[in-house]
Structure formats: structure tokens, C-alpha cells
């Protein structure tokens, strides 16, 4: 029998919310290490964040971004020194609107992959692609460029997928010590870094709207294909579905033939 779970907590603080540690979700860094802060902060609304943000910018403090699970394999969430912040998106993880017609929805950046295909597909929309693993957010996911595999279309980076978002950064007094952008195509040059910023430019908010395609209509096939494995998510669109034919149809042939020329030899 095979069973499966997600990771455990990666953020542990000694008593409420302080004197914490993070490691990422495979339990350990590259060097062995364990990073320290001093908080964690949990925010459940956008104007939650912005306080949080604003407070920790006038005290000079140091402050990382941790997703739900801290999938990165560097050490991207440390706030170098015990007297960082951690700020969780864990709950920042709602739908906030799907638009059928323009094929685009909005998330908070703690929704994860699993939970916006699942949305999605309710709606009759998917990804065009997506990472192999269900556990990402979609801030975290941007922000690391992470990607599927191909070269159709935009091709398979998530962040080629996004027109606008909201990054909630560091102020000065006159903005309340926390600056709120919302940045779409009319900026692109700010949204192209803060798309694939590695956290070190602010905490994503929202994801304002993800360009999506028709969910596939091959019931049969995308049942088949699931339970072989080789399809890691629910929301599959029709390009990418004979893609995934494609590349199994030429596996098959391609092991027939090293058979043949091994008989042959």
C-alpha cells in the first residue's frame, strides 16, 4: 500500500509566534543549516500584510517571505539574523474572482497550484502548464520562475502567464512606511521584476490575473493518462494533453527500436 502527506510545518517557534526556525520542505538546506528568526507573522488580509510590512520597515527589521510548504531548495527564506521576520502567505489563500469569458482569474499568493487548477477547472478553465508538484503557491511559484515543459505558446514559465499582480513593499513615512503597487501591462518593465523577484522586493499579495485556456473535453484519455501517472495535475488544456501523447507514443517507439537493433547485433 502507498500513502502520501504533505510536509510537516517548516516554520517552528519555541512559544507563540517567536524564537522560530525555518528550513525548506525538504527538511534541510544545501549546507545542513537551520535559519532563525525571531517572529512569524500570519496575515489573513491584504491590509493585515501592509501592517505587518509597515511595522517591521520602521523597525529597521529584516523580513523574508515563507510560502505554505518553502519548496525552494535555496536558502531564499532566511532573513539573515536571529532578529528577522518570517511572514507566512499560509493564509493568504483565496479565490478572488474567476473571469470565464476573458479567461483569467485572481488569487492571493498563498493559493496553491493544487487549489487554483481545482478552481479553475470548475469553471472549465486549466493552466496551460503548470510544475509537476501540487504544494507550490502561486507567489512562491512566481516567484522562483518555476515552469512546466514546452515550447508552445508563451512557453511553460507560470510568470509568462500573469498580466497583473499587487507587491506590498517597504516605505517610507510618507507612505505609512509600507508601499502598495499594483502592477499590470501598462508597467511592464516593474512587472517583469516583480514577477520573478526571489522575495527580495516585496511580498505578492495577488496575483490579479492568471491568463488560463479551455479545460480539454477527452474525459477518457485524461482518466487513462492520470492513472498511468504521467499526468501530475487535474487542469490539462487540448495542446498539452497531445503533447503528453506525443512524447509517450514516441517513448514507446523509440524503445522498440533499441530492442530490434539489440536482436539485430
Given at each position: 500500500m502507498v500513502g502520501c502527506s504533505p510536509p510537516e510545518n517548516h516554520i517552528k517557534c519555541s512559544s507563540t509566534n517567536t524564537n522560530c526556525t525555518i528550513t525548506n520542505s525538504y527538511g534541510t538546506?544545501?549546507?545542513?543549516?537551520i535559519c532563525q528568526a525571531a517572529n512569524a507573522a500570519y496575515p489573513?488580509?491584504?491590509?493585515?500584510?501592509?501592517?505587518?510590512v509597515a511595522?517591521?520597515?520602521?523597525?529597521?527589521?529584516?523580513?523574508?517571505v515563507a510560502t505554505r510548504y518553502s519548496h525552494s531548495i535555496p536558502k531564499l527564506v532566511c532573513p539573515d539574523g536571529q532578529n528577522g521576520l518570517l511572514i507566512s502567505t499560509n493564509y493568504l489563500n483565496r479565490t478572488l474572482e474567476i473571469d470565464v469569458q476573458s479567461m483569467t482569474m485572481s488569487v492571493e499568493s498563498?493559493?496553491?497550484?493544487?487549489?487554483?487548477?481545482?478552481?479553475?477547472?470548475?469553471a472549465g478553465l486549466?493552466?496551460?502548464?503548470?510544475?509537476?508538484?501540487?504544494?507550490?503557491?502561486?507567489?512562491g511559484l512566481l516567484s522562483t520562475g518555476a515552469h512546466g515543459s514546452t515550447l508552445w505558446g508563451k512557453g511553460s514559465a507560470i510568470h509568462d502567464y500573469v498580466v497583473a499582480l499587487t507587491i506590498i513593499s517597504p516605505g517610507g513615512p510618507e507612505d505609512?512606511?509600507?508601499?502598495?503597487?499594483?502592477?499590470?501591462?501598462?508597467?511592464?518593465?516593474?512587472?517583469?521584476?516583480?514577477?520573478?523577484?526571489?522575495?527580495v522586493l516585496g511580498v505578492i499579495s495577488k496575483v490579479r490575473m492568471l491568463s488560463l485556456s479551455p479545460l480539454s473535453f477527452c474525459p477518457f484519455l485524461l482518466s487513462f493518462f492520470r492513472f498511468e501517472g504521467w499526468l501530475?495535475?487535474?487542469?490539462v488544456t487540448l495542446?498539452?494533453?497531445?503533447?503528453?501523447?506525443?512524447?509517450?507514443l514516441f517513448g514507446i517507439i523509440n524503445y522498440y527500436l533499441i530492442y530490434i537493433l539489440m536482436i539485430i547485433s
Open positions: 538546506f544545501p549546507d545542513r543549516s489573513t488580509t491584504e491590509e493585515e500584510l501592509i501592517s505587518i511595522a517591521a520597515t520602521k523597525a529597521k527589521r529584516k523580513v523574508k498563498g493559493v496553491t497550484l493544487r487549489q487554483l487548477i481545482n478552481e479553475a477547472a470548475k486549466a493552466l496551460p502548464y503548470s510544475p509537476y508538484w501540487w504544494g507550490l503557491t502561486i507567489g505609512g512606511y509600507a508601499k502598495v503597487r499594483s502592477l499590470d501591462e501598462s508597467n511592464s518593465t516593474e512587472l517583469d521584476a516583480a514577477k520573478v523577484s526571489l522575495g501530475h495535475y487535474s487542469g495542446v498539452s494533453l497531445w503533447i503528453v501523447v506525443m512524447q509517450k
